[in-house]
């Protein structure tokens, strides 16, 4: 399976807009990006996907490089709800995609 | 609607003993499954059910079973805990087990096997 990296950590001060990156370099033709995040003591919550446009919804914006090596998930105006670890993931579309394959993530710290 | 419940929240066990978490969901979904997740690690599949009927391994299914008892209910059941079963765990559903579908989670179990 194509693997992601993150960063393990990232900073933002609250109000400000959040870029957290992910590396996709192996990814196939056939491989969704899905963001979910998961705040503390909580179970993981879905934010956003994608294929090959950006993407917008009311929680996020994901941007998706035009070689799909890459994604940045776009927080526009961060508060300290979002402080989370962030995952991203790639879901294949053939066959079962039954589970999520979760890496380790990127922690935000949302500062006051 | 509450979406997906888990019960208990939190569970400490002697190790050998048995116990079993339920898990529950509301909004009609088709598919179940249950994950671990150990400290500073991502979430693992441990055994899932794709529909009511079904139940398929995941990634870590060793010591542990699960019950798909109806489309709502999806229990999971350690027969003889061990320590290395200290782990917080996940129940999630889904409308069906496809790329497409976003998976919903409950809240935690937090167990500790002394």
């Known amino acids: 399976d194509a693997k992601t990296t993150q960063p393990n950590s990232m900073e933002s001060n609250e109000e400000e807009p959040v870029h957290l990156p992910c590396n996709h370099s192996?990814?196939?033709?056939?491989?969704?990006i899905h963001w979910y995040r998961q705040l503390p003591s909580q179970g993981p919550e879905y934010v956003i996907h994608?294929?090959?446009s950006n993407v917008n919804n009311r929680m996020a914006s994901l941007a998706i490089a035009e070689d799909r090596k890459s994604s940045t998930l776009i927080l526009h105006r961060a508060t300290l709800r979002d402080a989370a670890v962030y995952y991203c993931?790639?879901?294949?579309?053939?066959?079962?995609?039954?589970?999520?394959?979760f890496g380790s993530g990127t922690q935000l710290t949302v500062l006051p | 609607n509450a979406g997906v419940t888990q019960t208990p929240k939190f569970q400490v066990l002697k190790t050998g003993q048995s116990m079993t978490l339920q898990c529950a969901q509301d909004?009609?979904?088709?598919?179940m499954y249950w994950y671990r997740q150990d400290p500073g690690m991502g979430l693992r599949l441990i055994y899932y059910?794709?529909?009511?009927?079904?139940?398929d391994k995941g990634e870590v299914p060793n010591g542990y079973n699960v019950s798909r008892l109806n489309k709502r209910e999806f229990s999971l059941r350690l027969e003889s805990a061990a320590p290395s079963q200290t782990s917080v765990y996940f129940c999630?559903?889904?409308?069906?087990?496809?790329?497409?579908?976003?998976?919903?989670f409950g809240p935690g179990t937090r167990l500790t096997v002394l």
């Open positions: 999630a559903s889904s409308p069906g087990t496809g790329f497409e579908y976003t998976q919903y």
């Open positions: 192996t990814i196939s033709g056939t491989d969704y």
């Open positions: 994608g294929l090959t």
């Open positions: 993931i790639l879901r294949r579309r053939s066959g079962s995609a039954r589970q999520l394959t």
């Open positions: 909004m009609n979904h088709n598919s």
């Open positions: 059910s794709a529909s009511e009927g079904t139940t």
